[in-house]
């Protein structure tokens, strides 16, 4: 393997362009405008740097895909490890995320829609509003993103608590639940359920019916992870039965669209909160670029047996 | 005067009955559902507790404002320093309205209610939504609430400034404009601008129509201070004109009311922001008590002259 080696990417911002070969100017670097239109272009590249690429186009040396949540991919990674799988760090999406979250949670407390009715019927009446600060929000997923959420509500003033596969230590949360057995405990405790989790073949859909039914009534969903770690239909029969408040999606399986679209308890953003901004993740890659080029350890390697 | 001294309470919620009572067994307290009901009271306490007291009730020896603002009071205060006043501490009343600001501020960039205007219209659409580290965001008043609203949105990573009568040394905003001469420079650079400042003579339809023609098309403006602070027939022109994109106000000069209300650019809540929470205030009530009672100096004594 010579250097520099070709570089293929698609999702070409003109920011992302200029940045990239600014930087990486003896590199032949390869725009293409979709997954598809790479296609060709894949022939002579060593490296794919985007998203949407179906897993049999990447039969290369290195595929940097371009955002945090890998399941596209990794679900049938048929490669091994002799193709390597890195991802953008879920930090430098992170805070957009956070913003979402307490955007999300604010939405809900602050009652700026019974203001505005209360003004559209030209009434004057006293309400009073909530609190972050009397909230008990979980965290479902302590990952990078997780992490993050969980630190900047809790400075906020509520009371965070943390769900995740297998254990860690997580300041950012007064109490981390472990593992599937303690997993209705946690959404027991829920005021708010902030979903953060990776897609794999143990979070599909598991947020059901049976996980729903433990959760304290009225409760807030929150979903800016992967759409799929919900079952929709179980929440569309919770929306019914009262037991979600609300939920806020920002990711979500197709399937439920048409439903999900009719129903009042639900407000659906259509995947707006982690934007991927070149400044951002642009140095990202670069740094893992020059530690391929010289031979060392690359970061947000996926390992592709835990699919995250 | 002999201790313990009887104390004058108006706004008696069960909680701040519990709390006094508690800590001060032998202070002999008279407790009012209002300002007007205390009047027989008044009589024998020589310490008056709460808030919308007519000045001439209060010829006592202390009077602790329930609340930070005393401008009601403090415009014409006749005992000079023969009567002291003190208020309540903006620190214990700050958090909340922290979370006011930031909810008025995401309630624009998020974006939801596009995303429910598209639910009810039964459409899927994309949309990109903003973000509050993209936001120029200025703080007009820097005392212990306008501070503290400063840091927490800094810490979100908004670009913070910040509006000051007189010098001050504030870590929480990256430029401190002093003084009317540079409020024309602060308000140019601002997308949002929070008034969070005390009701003076000085400060009194302060933001009147000059002030807005040099704030940036489509400022959005957040009130959570004094409602006088902001001529509200400027704010209206402004909202005409495009000058004002977005106002959320949670004070109010009463006499626009009405045509407030019929703003659609205006969101108005009823004074919710700020609320007097027992257990955060009657310990601050209690420490004065102490100091007063062994003649040390207490804490936030109004300086009648500035009026804050």
């Known amino acids: 393997l010579r250097f520099p080696v070709p570089v293929c990417l698609n999702s070409p911002r003109d920011l992302t362009r200029r940045l990239l070969s600014t930087a990486l100017p003896d590199v032949e670097i390869h725009y293409a405008g979709s997954a598809t239109e790479a296609t060709p272009q894949l022939e002579r590249s060593q490296i794919v740097y985007g998203w949407g690429f179906s897993v049999d186009l990447l039969r290369r040396i290195w595929m940097q895909k371009m955002g945090a949540g890998v399941d596209d991919l990794a679900e049938e990674w048929p490669f091994g490890s002799k193709v390597v799988l890195t991802r953008t760090d879920g930090r430098l999406i992170g805070t957009r995320m956070v913003e979402y979250v307490i955007a999300a949670i604010l939405d809900k407390t602050s009652r700026f829609d019974v203001a505005r009715r209360l003004q559209s019927e030209r009434r004057w009446e006293y309400f009073e509003i909530g609190s972050i600060q009397d909230l008990c929000i979980g965290v479902a997923g302590l990952g990078e993103i997780g992490s993050e959420i969980g630190r900047v509500l809790r400075d906020l003033g509520a009371d965070v608590i943390g769900w995740r596969r297998s254990p860690v230590d997580c300041s950012s949360v007064r109490q981390v639940f472990v593992g599937f057995p303690e997993l209705h405990s946690f959404v027991r405790e829920c005021d708010v359920l902030i979903l953060a989790l990776p897609l794999t073949q143990e979070t599909k859909n598991l947020f059901n ?51 999900v679209l009719v129903a009042p308890q639900i407000t659906i953003t259509p995947h707006v909160c982690g934007p991927l901004i070149p400044e951002r993740i642009i140095p990202h890659f670069l740094r893992n670029y020059a530690a391929f080029e010289t031979g060392k350890q690359m970061q947000h390697v996926v390992d592709v047996s835990r699919q995250y």
């Open 209 to 259: 019916a049976e996980v729903l039914k433990h959760c304290r009534r009225g409760i807030h969903l929150i979903n800016v992870g992967r759409g799929a770690v919900l079952d929709e239909s179980a929440l569309l029969d919770g929306c019914e039965t009262g037991r979600v408040g609300h939920a806020t999606l920002d990711v979500f399986a197709l399937a439920g669209y048409s439903s």
